[in-house]
C-alpha cells in the first residue's frame, strides 16, 4: 500500500472557506484503479496558522502516480483558486510505502 499526503498551513481567518473547497469538490477518486481511502485531517493551531493533512490511501504507489497522470486529477484540480490565499506557501507533499498494516482499512475499494 501507498500513503500520499499534502500538509497544508492554512490561515486561522481561511479554514471554513479552505474546508469547504475540499467538502464541495468532485474528487473522482473512487473513479480510480488501487484508490483505498481519502481523508481530509485538521491538526495542531499554531499562531498563525492551522495544520491540514490530506490523506490518500492507495493499493501501490504505482496507482497513486497513475491518479496523478489521469484526466480526473485534472479535473479534480482544476477548480479556479480562491480570490485570496487560503494557505502560507505551497502544500507539502510527503508519500510512504506501508511497511505494516492493521485494522479494517487493509483491503482496497473496488472502482466504479
Do not use: C
Request: aromatic share 14%; net charge negative; glycine share 4%.
Amino acid at each position: 500500500m501507498f500513503i500520499a499526503m499534502n500538509r497544508f498551513k492554512v490561515f486561522k481567518d481561511a479554514t471554513e472557506e479552505f474546508e469547504a473547497v475540499w467538502l464541495n469538490r468532485d474528487s473522482h477518486l473512487s473513479e480510480m484503479q488501487g484508490f483505498v481511502s481519502f481523508h481530509l485531517l485538521r491538526g495542531p493551531e499554531a499562531e498563525d496558522h492551522v495544520l491540514y493533512s490530506s490523506h490518500t490511501t492507495w493499493r501501490s504507489r504505482a496507482d497513486f502516480e497513475s491518479w496523478t497522470r489521469s484526466e480526473q486529477f485534472r479535473k479534480t484540480h482544476s477548480r479556479a483558486p480562491s480570490s485570496k490565499p487560503l494557505y502560507a506557501g505551497h502544500p507539502n507533499f510527503e508519500g510512504f510505502e506501508t511497511v505494516q498494516s492493521l485494522g479494517q482499512e487493509t483491503e482496497p475499494k473496488a472502482a466504479s
